[in-house]
T-cell receptor, first 109, second 117 residues
Framework: AQRVTQPEKLLSVFKGAPVELKCNYS??????LFWYVQYSRQRLQLLLR??SRESIKGFTADLNKGETSFHLKKPFAQEEDSAMYYC???????????FGTGTRLTIIP | GAVVSQHPSWVICKSGTSVKIECRSL??????MFWYRQFPKKSLMLMAT?????????EQGVEKDKFLINHASLTLSTLTVTSAHPEDSSFYIC?????????????FGPGTRLTVT
């Protein structure tokens, strides 16, 4: 069975401070990991995926297979980063996504 | 590009009636569509996977006779909640996959709020 765990339901960070949203997963095969974001009154959208190894809006995430983690990081938080963030997993070549419970990030001005 | 719409955005129905929710990919053909249910302050729960022209694949614990899914074309999937009851009240979200992305990025609709009275 595949599982995604986001241990923090709520996270508040001051503007300009570093941000780290934790995500751990459980999957027996080769996983593909994603971060989705939902801004206020907007639909869920893809933020980044590990296969792309890119930085989006200053966010990065590295897949650590040893620790089965895919933490989302940003060195300097901005107010517009306030949103709900979901970590998600799919099997390699599989379209189905398993979502974590989400972390609500609030950036304090 | 890759816009997914849902209709209606919200609906209120009486207990025992059925309600249909549409999910459309507006500017691409969706090989696969997914239906999720989101409970308050909880994650998205995958209900079923819908492939055009074939029967939907339901997740464990989801009643296929209660949540009827039809994927009649590459741009439209419908979810019908039959004989709705108050416990079916929820936020239903669909997503679509283009089939052209090696990582199967899902594009999400805005969701439909269903309230059963």
């Amino acid at each position: 069975a595949q599982r995604v765990t986001q241990p923090e339901k709520l996270l508040s960070v001051f503007k300009g401070a570093p941000v780290e949203l934790k995500c751990n997963y459980s999957y027996s095969g080769s996983p593909e990991l994603f971060w989705y974001v939902q801004y206020s009154r907007q639909r869920l959208q893809l933020l980044l995926r590990h296969i792309s190894r890119e930085s989006i809006k200053g966010f990065t995430a590295d897949l650590n297979k040893g620790e089965t983690s895919f933490h989302l990081k940003k060195p300097f938080a901005q107010e517009e980063d306030s949103a709900m963030y979901y970590c998600a997993l799919s099997g390699l070549g599989n379209e189905k996504l398993t979502f974590g419970t989400g972390t609500r990030l609030t950036i304090i001005p | 590009g890759a816009v997914v719409s849902q209709h209606p955005s919200w609906v209120i129905c009486k207990s025992g009636t059925s309600v249909k929710i549409e999910c459309r990919s507006l500017d691409f053909q969706a090989t696969t569509m997914f239906w999720y249910r989101q409970f308050p302050k909880k994650s998205l729960m995958l209900m079923a996977t819908s492939n055009e022209g074939s029967k939907a694949t339901y997740e464990q614990g989801v009643e296929k006779d209660k949540f009827l899914i039809n994927h009649a074309s590459l741009t439209l999937s419908t979810l019908t909640v039959t004989s709705a009851h108050p416990e079916d009240s929820s936020f239903y979200i669909c997503s679509a996959v283009t089939g052209q992305d090696i990582s199967y990025e899902q594009y999400f609709g805005p969701g439909t709020r269903l309230t059963v009275t």
